[in-house]
């Protein structure tokens, strides 16, 4: 797995040219082969559209545009793994990147090398979750929802559903325990590999998304049941 992981497209968008060429540097010192960097974010979405990288690591303030455009523009498109690199530690600046679709928010000051092991935990996480998924059941299909592990897709009646990669984690973990109370907890540790303190919100966020795109009415769900205080779980009826 560890060369599989080098291997993958690195994407850099940031404004501070000497940040980029630290970043690259310490990439490639850790044998990351495929490392791109642009200074706008213009530049980084169609980069992103011609290159398809396997993460995007992306400022918040830039000059053209700021990160939070960039992310929702990318996310028009792609479900690629997006960590966020930022000067503001606000957590509603952190709350709304993560409601656009981004993994991660790291705050500067911050250790090169730390968003290396975090861009490492991303790709390895995505990697593992592929194959895994792959491994258990090729496809699982609910009424008019097809979930396609093979191919990493889902359908909504017959159309294709662009998820974020938390998102199809987070569908995909809730699917292969369905009609099973999954609580807060239990949900944060699988798809944020993390303690729960500090991610209600983030959760709340995501399911919500998820209804959006999958349940014909979003206020009163199908699939995506919440279980008042205990968490929420994947509604199948039981034949």
Known sequence: MYDEILDKKILLIDDEIELLKLMETVLRKEGFKRVF???KGTDGINLCKNEKPDI???DVMMEDMDGFEVCRAIREFSYVPVVFLSARGDHIDKILALGLGADDYVTKPFSP?????R???HLRRNI????????KKEKICFGDLIIDFQKGEVLKSGKNVTLTPKEYHLLCYMAQNANQILTKEMICDE???DNYEGYDNTIMVHMRKLR???ES???KPQYIVTVKGLGYKFNIPQN
Do not use: C, D, G
């Open 37 to 39: 960097k642009v200074l």
């Open 56 to 58: 995007v690591v992306l």
């Open 113 to 117: 090398k730390e968003v290396v092991f």
């Open 119 to 121: 861009i490492k935990a």
């Open 128 to 135: 593992y979750i592929k194959n895994e998924l792959t491994m």
């Open 191 to 193: 798809v944020w590999n």
């Open 212 to 214: 959006q795109k999958l």
């Open 217 to 219: 009415n979003p206020s």
